[in-house]
């Protein structure tokens, strides 16, 4: 019998775990009794930025979504679910998108490279850098372009999350629940915040314009 490829990860969890109860014993015991995050979390799948380290929270402190390129796309039942549960059910007080610098979903988009199927789901960042082209071509090297997609994007999908039915009934029904956009740095791990928090619909007509007027020239 080969060894178990994944018993290194096992045993890591068993650690983990052991370290934990050590450190607080009813530490998973509360845990299923309930969870109630105050925030969800929208994120790219990239390895490089784990939600609940980067904000250096706990179990049961964060919900979270994760896809490629943090997308909120209308008709994606998944990312809807999540966020229908969270306001709806969890009660969040706050939703954070949060994207990140050197992100390859948003690379891809921006070069036009071939990966397969997943080129279908970044045509949406890909509407991002057209809707945006004059912006984009502001900047002449091609590292700060992709950072410039990479906020811009962020900023987009914090508008389809306000767009959504979840959000806007959340709103008519006077429930407190702010949309935030963030970007994380791999290079420093810092998170920075936008500028762009939504908590009404009203809001939303001037974000684009403030949005673009206080991100930076270039990140480099
Ligand atoms: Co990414």
Redesign the pocket.
């Known amino acids: 019998m080969p060894a178990n490829p994944l018993s290194e990860l096992i045993e890591n969890n068993r650690r983990w775990s052991a370290e934990r109860i050590r450190k607080d014993p009813d530490f998973f015991v509360r845990l299923t009794r309930q969870q109630a995050p105050q925030y969800l979390w929208i994120g790219?799948?990239?390895s490089r930025?784990p939600a609940n380290e980067i904000v250096d929270l706990q179990p049961g402190e964060l919900f979270v979504h994760r896809n490629?390129?943090?997308v909120v796309v209308h008709t994606d039942l998944n990312c809807l679910s999540v966020l229908q549960y969270a306001i709806d059910v969890l009660k969040v007080r706050h939703v954070i998108v949060c994207?990140?610098y050197?992100?390859?979903?948003?690379m891809a988009a921006l070069q036009n490279q071939r990966f397969g199927l997943i080129n279908n789901w970044l045509r949406h960042v890909q509407d991002v850098a057209w809707k945006y082209d004059a912006a984009l071509k502001d900047e002449t090297l091609l590292d700060a372009q992709i950072d410039r997609l990479?906020e811009l994007n962020v900023i987009e999908q914090v508008i389809n999350v306000c767009q959504t039915t979840v959000v806007e009934s959340a709103w008519e029904r006077g429930q407190q629940v702010t949309i935030h956009g963030w970007i994380y740095g791999l290079s420093n791990g810092l998170v920075r915040d936008l500028g762009v928090s939504v908590s009404e619909m009203d809001a939303i007509d001037s974000l684009r314009e403030s949005a673009l007027a206080r991100l930076a020239p270039t990140r480099g």
């Open positions: 790219c799948s990239d930025v490629v390129a943090n994207g990140h050197g992100c390859g979903g948003v990479c």
